[in-house]
């Protein structure tokens, strides 16, 4: 049985006040469950410190990372040592939203990556097409093409710190969800390409994100490729992220 994730990435949101309250929230409901389903909260960087001094059953994951190594005169920058220093374990890279609004080309998120391993810490790797690469049949090579970018930097022992996360980008946010078939089928296609470049690819948690909420959840974590969630808008409300979290539980058991 592989680990079962449901990863809440909260992006530029919610306020200070708002996110106390919302971490504390899901930090009780989580402790209330039995499962052992891995629950992690991405919120925005300047609360990390805080939320890793609270933390209990849940972790945290940074949203983003430096392409630069260590500390030092880099203003405005958050280093993958940083990170690590201050005891985050995890951290999103390859969003689409970082991709396509911040530029992050293959050269800059390669650096990432290397960073981030350099600082051991897991990468969660985000692949997806867009939807006119959907309609033109290229969905399966575009997300190919972002694993070799991702296969040309990492280790032979690195691969077993990862977590990929598969993102159409035309189901983020907008409230259009891939069918369980097709999340399955590409996840099957990213299993494939991990069995043919790395020893860990039955271990490796695979994780669905776009649009996911409590109702097609259910639907998401029967799907033998997907081993969790990475959600958006609803990780933003305790409820609904929890009723994700319960959908996933049930796998991993
Ligand atoms: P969404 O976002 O759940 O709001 O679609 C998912 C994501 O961007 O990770």
């Known amino acids: 049985m592989r680990q079962q994730w449901v990863i809440g990435n909260w992006k530029l949101n919610p306020r200070f006040l708002d996110a106390k309250t919302l971490f504390e929230t899901v930090q009780t409901q989580f402790g209330e469950k039995k499962t052992s389903c891995q629950v992690a909260i991405a919120p925005p960087a300047p609360y990390l410190g805080m939320f890793v001094e609270q933390v209990e059953q849940l972790s945290v994951v940074a949203q983003d990372v430096s392409t ?21 374990r995890s951290v999103i890279i390859g969003h ?7 530029a992050d080309d293959t050269p800059s998120l390669q650096q990432k990556i290397k960073q981030a391993r350099q600082a051991d810490l897991q990468v969660v790797y985000c692949v997806g097409e867009s939807l006119s ?3 033109a049949s290229q969905a399966e090579s575009i997300v190919v093409g972002q694993l070799n970018d991702l296969k040309d930097v990492l280790t032979a022992d690195d691969w077993q710190h990862l977590i990929i996360a598969y993102e159409p980008i035309w189901a983020i946010g907008t409230g259009k969800t891939a069918s369980p078939e097709d999340a399955q089928q590409m996840h099957a296609t990213i299993r494939q390409y991990l069995k043919e470049h790395t020893a860990y690819a039955e271990q490796l948690s695979l994780l669905y994100g776009g649009s996911v909420k409590p109702e097609n ?11 969790g969630a990475l959600v958006g808008g609803a990780s933003l409300e305790a409820n609904s992220f929890m009723a994700i979290v319960d959908a996933f539980s049930q796998y991993n058991v």
């Open 96 to 102: 689409s939203e970082r991709r396509e609004l911040f």
């Open 217 to 227: 959840a259910v639907q998401l974590a029967a799907c033998q490729d997907v081993d």
């Open 68 to 88: 630069v190594s260590g500390f030092g005169a880099y203003t405005g920058e958050v280093s993958a040592d940083l990170l690590q220093n201050m005891g985050v």
């Open 133 to 135: 690469q959907r309609e």
